[in-house]
């Protein structure tokens, strides 16, 4: 089970910026650029099992809203095996 969207954010925050990350930190304060935004979108997919898409990250006030606009984000739909 992939973990909550605010845990992941967090976590991926801290390891692309090098330092803990709280909701209320935005983006930018903390440092970043656009290949940040890549390196962040990557691994918030990993975590989350989700797209994200790095324009997402910039465009919102805090890392609360990204998490929150993460959880909105269907999951995809689990491939089945053929059975026989």
């Known amino acids: 089970m992939p973990p909550a969207p605010i845990d992941a954010v967090?976590?991926?925050?801290?390891?692309?910026f090098g330092h803990p990350a709280e909701p209320t930190d935005d983006f930018f304060s903390l440092g970043g650029d656009s290949i940040a935004a890549v390196e962040l979108a990557v691994r918030l997919?990993?975590?989350?099992?989700?797209?994200?898409?790095?324009?997402?990250?910039?465009?919102?006030?805090?890392?609360?809203?990204?998490?929150?606009?993460l959880a909105a984000v269907p999951a995809p739909p689990v491939a089945s095996t053929p059975e026989g």
Not at 45 to 69: N, R, T
């Open 45 to 69: 997919e990993e975590a989350l099992g989700i797209e994200v898409d790095a324009d997402l990250l910039v465009q919102l006030p805090d890392f609360a809203a990204l998490a929150a606009a």
């Open 10 to 16: 967090l976590a991926a925050a801290s390891e692309v």
